[in-house]
Antibody, heavy 122, light 108 residues
Framework: QLQLQESGPGLVKPSETLSLTCTVS??????????WGWIRQPPGKGLEWIGS???????YYNPSLKSRVTISVDTSKNQFSLKLSSVTAADTAVYYC??????????????WGKGTTVTVSS | SYELTQPPSVSVSPGQTARITCSGD??????AYWYQQKPGQAPVLVIY???ERPSGIPERFSGSSSGTTVTLTISGVQAEDEADYYC???????????FGGGTKLTVL
C-alpha cells in the first residue's frame, strides 16, 4: 500500500527558506504514470496547490508561488522535496505531499500524506 | 488568475440529498475532481474526471457536469458525510491546478 510521509522543521523564521521532504513507501517514485507534488492549507482556510514534479525532474508550479518555489526529486531515496524561500507569516500552513495521477492538464491527487504543520515565526 | 467558485456552506438533514456546485469558466474543457476533508485529516478523493468514483467510495457519492458548473451529489446523506468538500480542476493553460474555496457540508 502506497504511503507518503512529510518531514521537516515545524518552525521557520521569517525571510528564511522552508524545506520539506516527502518519503514515498510501498511504491516507486520512478513510475511513469505519476507526478508528485505539494499542497498547503493555511489554518482555517482552503487548499492551495504549490507544484509538482515528474521522476525525470520536470516541474510545474503555481504561478502565484513560482518565484519562491523549488521542487526536486531524489529517485535513489524515493523522495521528493519542497523549498519555499523568503517565507512570511502567510506561509504558515499544513503542508501535504500527494501523488498526482495523470498528465498536468488533468491530473488529480489520489494518495496524500498526513500533512505537516509549518509555522513561520521569529 | 483562474478561480473555481463553491458555496461556503450547504446543510441537509440525514437521508436527504446534498448538492454542492463548483463553477469555473474552463470547466467545459477541463475535468473536475472532488475531495472530502474531515477535521484534522488529509483530503480524500471522492470523484475524479467529473463523474468517476474511486474504489472504496460509497455509491451515494456521484458527480455531474453541465457547462461551466460541476456538481457533487450525495444521496441519502449520513452523519459521517459531514465534512469540507473541495472541487479541483486545471486552469485554461492546463499546467496549474486550482482548488475551489471549499464547501462545508453540515448534516442537521
Amino acid at each position: 500500500q502506497l504511503q507518503l510521509q512529510e518531514s521537516g522543521p515545524g518552525l521557520v523564521k521569517p525571510s528564511e527558506t522552508l524545506s520539506l521532504t516527502c518519503t514515498v513507501s510501498g511504491g516507486s517514485i520512478s513510475s511513469s504514470s505519476y507526478y508528485w507534488g505539494w499542497i498547503r492549507q493555511p489554518p482555517g482556510k482552503g487548499l492551495e496547490w504549490i507544484g509538482s514534479i515528474y521522476y525525470s525532474g520536470s516541474t510545474y508550479y503555481n504561478p502565484s508561488l513560482k518565484s519562491r518555489v523549488t521542487i526536486s526529486v531524489d529517485t535513489s531515496k524515493n523522495q521528493f522535496s519542497l523549498k519555499l524561500s523568503s517565507v512570511t507569516a502567510a506561509d504558515t500552513a499544513v503542508y501535504y505531499c500527494a501523488r498526482h495521477v495523470g498528465v498536468p492538464s488533468e491530473y488529480y491527487m489520489d494518495v496524500w500524506g498526513k500533512g505537516t504543520t509549518v509555522t513561520v515565526s521569529s | 488568475s483562474y478561480e473555481l467558485t463553491q458555496p461556503p456552506s450547504v446543510s441537509v438533514s440525514p437521508g436527504q440529498t446534498a448538492r454542492i456546485t463548483c463553477s469555473g469558466d474552463a470547466l467545459p474543457k477541463q475535468y473536475a475532481y472532488w475531495y472530502q476533508q474531515k477535521p484534522g485529516q488529509a483530503p480524500v478523493l471522492v470523484i475524479y474526471k467529473d463523474s468517476e468514483r474511486p474504489s472504496g467510495i460509497p455509491e451515494r457519492f456521484s458527480g455531474s457536469s453541465s457547462g461551466t458548473t460541476v456538481t457533487l451529489t450525495i444521496s441519502g446523506v449520513q452523519a459521517e458525510d459531514e465534512a469540507d468538500y473541495y472541487c479541483q480542476s486545471a486552469d485554461s493553460s492546463g499546467t496549474s491546478v486550482v482548488f475551489g474555496g471549499g464547501t462545508k457540508l453540515t448534516v442537521l
